[in-house]
């Protein structure tokens, strides 16, 4: 049945559709606005982000030559000596703590995604352990570094009679680092499309196959970012590293020697020295030190992101 729009009601849709011409025009002027700002702030933060890199290397590199590298230091206020120890010191600190964190991390997190949903269905115990486990988790993720070398020294330093050593802070790094890792591994497996784990076991592959040989893979990029940013965490901390490691300028030369890492080391000469410039030197080494252990990092992801998918 054919309707026909009367004058009047061709009347009211016409002002309906001027009046909706005014409303979209708003609508788009305010989304440019929104989109320049968002922009302008991006800009914003990574123009003061390099203005600070660009700051600390100028004023770094003219200290910096073999004999700073080649050399310990020598303690005193005046600062002398290099930072050949510390530098030692640091990737000691990293690749210990990572090495017991980022398992524990990366499995904790392998569990909650992808057990503990059939687990809490069992008994009310395990139910409540597994809320238990994730409000732990939230909770320790916003706690300060000094907490937790506060933590550190009285557990690993004093009672199981650590001292301040590598020992003793690769355990408090990794307990401050473990929230960091859990997370960011759990957001990558969410992440992974769940036809990816239908399609695995649709085709005879069992939970755990389906789990390392596709989940994983896929969730690499994402697992590779939380580990990044432990390292550099790990790197950048000094409060934690004070109370655990001690500053010994002498070369670790086990897990109970104490040691001093670069970030320590900067912080003793900014506070305790005249030796400023040698500061901006040490902090010009740390984040190139930086730069190459996240390069070296996201090429070795993708080097067993490709190994684990079989390509």
């Not at 004058?7 to 929104?34: C, D, F, G, T």
């Not at 982000?49 to 700051?55: Q, S």
């Amino acid at each position: 049945m054919n309707h026909t729009l009367t004058n009047q009601e061709k009347m009211v849709l016409a002002r309906e559709k001027a009046a909706r011409k005014p409303n979209l025009r708003r609508r788009k002027i305010s989304q440019r606005i929104a989109f320049a700002l968002m922009w302008l702030m991006g800009f914003i933060s990574i123009g003061v982000l390099i203005w600070i890199v660009a700051y600390v290397l100028s004023k770094g590199f003219p200290t910096i030559n073999m004999e700073f590298l080649t050399t310990r230091p020598a303690g005193g206020f005046e600062g002398e000596g290099g930072i050949s120890t510390t530098i030692v010191t640091t990737l000691y600190l990293v690749v210990f703590t990572i090495a017991i964190a980022a398992p524990l991390g990366i499995g904790a997190a392998i569990y909650f995604v992808e057990y503990a949903n059939e687990a809490q269905n069992r008994s009310k115990f395990i139910r409540w352990l597994i809320r238990t486990a994730r409000t732990g988790v939230e909770v320790l993720a916003g706690v300060p570094s000094i907490i937790f070398g506060l933590f550190g020294f009285a557990v690993f330093v004093s009672f199981l009679k650590f001292k301040f050593s590598l020992l003793s802070a690769g355990l408090s790094g990794a307990c401050m680092v473990l929230p960091v890792i859990i997370r960011t591994t759990e957001e990558a497996l969410l992440a992974v499309p769940d036809s990816f784990r239908e399609g695995s076991l649709g085709l005879g592959a069992t939970k755990w196959q389906t789990v390392t040989g596709v989940v994983l893979p896929a969730a690499i990029p994402g697992i590779v970012t939380g580990i990044v940013l432990s390292v550099g965490r790990i790197i950048s901390e000094t409060a934690i590293f004070w109370v655990t490691l001690g500053g010994s300028y002498r070369l670790p030369q086990n897990l109970l020697s104490s040691g001093r890492t670069l970030a320590l080391h900067v912080y003793m000469l900014a506070t305790e020295t005249r030796a400023f410039d040698k500061a901006l030197g040490t902090a010009a080494i740390l984040i190139v030190i930086i730069m190459l252990l996240n390069l070296a990092i996201n090429l070795s992801s993708k080097y067993f992101q490709k190994r684990l998918s079989g390509k």
